[in-house]
């Protein structure tokens, strides 16, 4: 354990305290941490190289800050810490193993830049083997909080990025609160992302996303327990196999609350996901908007209620993948009260799965929705068990299951006698 205002940082909030950080970085061996006591670590004008198995922790997020600025280097984006594939040789042969980063604040709103700068992070590491990562607070960065990749064997526990990626148009890459690129080490990245409070920042809450179209999209990823709101998507899953979602709250983002689609870098969009036991609730626009996948996804055990848009939407974005998804599953959902449709079906399927769903009183008096609406080719659907109806007066669901000019159910289809 080594005590950063031994080896030359004040934490008195003047003193640009990067470079001292830097030299001590380099100085220390695998296995050593750097302790940074109660105090505000003013980190200026470059972002510090971090090294293998050297550990950063404070005394907790109300005690320790590091402040981010670039009074000197107007150009420069400002990291807390980082190690790079392009800037530092950064592989599964050379990554940063062994490292914790906890109990400390990283403040990025003292970072000013002429534009989006992808690298203006609070943490940018890449290639992390054996990483933890808990009790951060990230906040006003100019690009993504916490915007780390390729992490295995890996845990991101009660982070909290707040206002992060505020120079994000939208439409950048990265500019969320936590961001994970994943597939570089493989078909399998064991990572868990837990406990986590993602709120207001510039895309997604929390996303993980591809980074190489050539790569094959990685099993082993879990998002529990967390807690996205506010954001333009609250959780979304850009290239993942198998991600597991299970009891998070995705409220109140602009545009969907869970997004799966082709929005990512490489414009490969998750599958054969679980997510389970979830809130999506208060979205403006749609609460599920999946996508662009070749199929799988299972979605069970959830609320899915009040949405500005459709409760539960499958379709495809231009300029990805647009082939049938296949074995798509909806089971023992609450739906309700959303404006549009409760499922809302603009995307080809091939044997869907809608059973058990309790879906009731969605649409609105000016625009009445239904149930269930098919306004693609659907091959092979079951749908059975489900519960319909409508309580509102007027009603706001006149229509239980609604096929449109577009729509079709085609053989064969296993319905409900009823």
Same mark, same amino acid.
């Given at each position: 354990?080594?005590?950063?205002?031994?080896?030359?940082?004040?934490?008195?909030?003047? +003193?640009?305290?990067?470079?001292?950080?830097?030299?001590?970085?380099?100085?220390?061996?695998?296995?050593?941490?750097?302790?940074?006591?109660?105090?505000?670590?003013?980190?200026?004008?470059?972002?510090?190289?971090?090294?293998?198995? +050297?550990?950063?922790?404070?005394?907790?997020?109300?005690?320790?800050?590091? &402040?981010?600025?670039?009074?000197?280097?107007?150009?420069?984006?400002?990291?807390?810490?980082?190690?790079?594939?392009?800037?530092?040789?950064? #592989?599964?042969?050379?990554?940063?193993?062994?490292?914790?980063?906890?109990?400390?604040?990283?403040?990025?709103?003292?970072?000013?830049?002429?534009?989006?700068?992808?690298?203006?992070?609070?943490?940018?590491?890449?290639? &992390?083997?054996?990483?933890?990562?808990?009790?951060?607070?990230?906040?006003?960065?100019?690009?993504?909080?916490?915007?780390?990749?390729?992490?295995?064997?890996?845990?991101?526990? %009660? $982070? @909290?990025?707040?206002?992060?990626?505020?120079?994000?148009?939208?439409?950048?890459?990265?500019?969320?609160?936590?961001?994970?690129?994943?597939?570089?080490?493989?078909? +399998?990245?064991?990572?868990?992302?837990?406990?986590?409070?993602?709120? =207001?920042?510039?895309?997604?809450?929390?996303? &993980?996303?591809?980074?190489?179209?050539?790569?094959?999209?990685?099993?082993?990823? *879990?998002?529990?327990?967390?807690?996205?709101?506010?954001?333009?998507?609250?959780?979304?899953?850009?290239?993942?196999?198998?991600?597991?979602? #299970?009891?998070?709250?995705?409220?109140?983002?602009?545009?969907?609350?869970?997004? $799966?689609?082709?929005?990512?870098?490489?414009?490969?969009?998750?599958?054969?996901?679980?997510?389970?036991?979830?809130? +999506?609730?208060?979205?403006?626009?749609?609460?599920?908007?999946?996508?662009?996948?070749?199929?799988?996804?299972? @979605?069970? =055990?959830? %609320?899915?209620?009040?949405?500005?848009?459709?409760?539960? *939407?499958?379709?495809?974005?231009?300029?990805?993948? %647009?082939?049938?998804?296949?074995?798509?599953?909806?089971?023992?959902?609450?739906?309700?009260?959303?404006?549009?449709?409760?499922?809302?079906?603009?995307?080809?399927?091939?044997?869907?799965?809608? $059973?058990?769903?309790?879906? %009731?009183?969605?649409?609105? @008096?000016?625009?009445?929705?239904?149930?269930?609406?098919?306004?693609?080719?659907?091959?092979?659907?079951?749908?059975?068990?489900?519960?319909?109806?409508?309580?509102? #007066?007027?009603?706001?669901?006149?229509?239980? @299951?609604?096929?449109?000019?577009?729509?079709?159910?085609?053989?064969?289809?296993?319905?409900?006698?009823?």
């Amino acid at each position: 354990m080594i005590n950063a205002r031994e080896h030359g940082l004040t934490g008195d909030g003047v +003193v640009n305290d990067q470079p001292a950080l830097q030299r001590l970085v380099d100085a220390c061996r695998p296995g050593d941490v750097i302790y940074c006591p109660a105090g505000t670590y003013a980190i200026q004008d470059a972002g510090t190289i971090w090294r293998t198995g +050297v550990s950063l922790i404070g005394d907790g997020p109300a005690a320790t800050r590091f &402040v981010l600025g670039n009074p000197g280097a107007p150009q420069t984006p400002v990291p807390l810490a980082f190690w790079t594939t392009l800037q530092h040789g950064a #592989s599964a042969q050379r990554p940063i193993a062994d490292v914790t980063f906890a109990g400390f604040e990283i403040d990025g709103i003292q970072v000013r830049l002429p534009g989006y700068d992808v690298l203006a992070k609070g943490l940018g590491l890449q290639y &992390v083997l054996r990483g933890t990562f808990r009790d951060l607070y990230i906040h006003d960065t100019p690009a993504t909080g916490f915007g780390c990749d390729f992490l295995q064997d890996s845990t991101v526990e %009660r $982070v @909290v990025a707040i206002r992060c990626g505020r120079l994000d148009s939208g439409w950048e890459k990265g500019g969320a609160g936590i961001g994970i690129g994943v597939g570089g080490w493989g078909a +399998v990245e064991r990572l868990t992302v837990t406990e986590c409070v993602a709120l =207001a920042n510039g895309t997604n809450g929390i996303f &993980v996303e591809l980074q190489d179209a050539a790569w094959t999209p990685p099993r082993g990823i *879990r998002i529990t327990g967390c807690h996205a709101e506010g954001n333009k998507y609250g959780i979304s899953d850009w290239g993942a196999d198998g991600l597991l979602v #299970s009891g998070c709250m995705m409220i109140g983002n602009r545009t969907a609350g869970f997004d $799966v689609s082709g929005q990512g870098t490489t414009h490969i969009a998750g599958r054969y996901g679980v997510i389970t036991g979830c809130v +999506v609730d208060d979205n403006p626009g749609d609460g599920m908007s999946i996508g662009n996948t070749p199929g799988g996804y299972t @979605v069970s =055990a959830s %609320r899915i209620s009040r949405n500005g848009g459709h409760g539960y *939407r499958q379709h495809n974005l231009p300029g990805a993948i %647009r082939i049938p998804a296949a074995d798509m599953v909806l089971d023992g959902n609450d739906i309700w009260d959303n404006a549009g449709d409760g499922i809302r079906i603009d995307g080809a399927l091939i044997d869907p799965f809608l $059973v058990n769903n309790r879906i %009731r009183g969605n649409g609105t @008096v000016e625009s009445p929705a239904a149930g269930i609406t098919v306004n693609a080719r659907v091959i092979s659907a079951t749908l059975r068990n489900q519960r319909i109806w409508d309580r509102h #007066s007027p009603p706001t669901q006149p229509v239980a @299951v609604k096929v449109t000019e577009h729509g079709e159910l085609a053989d064969p289809v296993y319905l409900d006698p009823d």
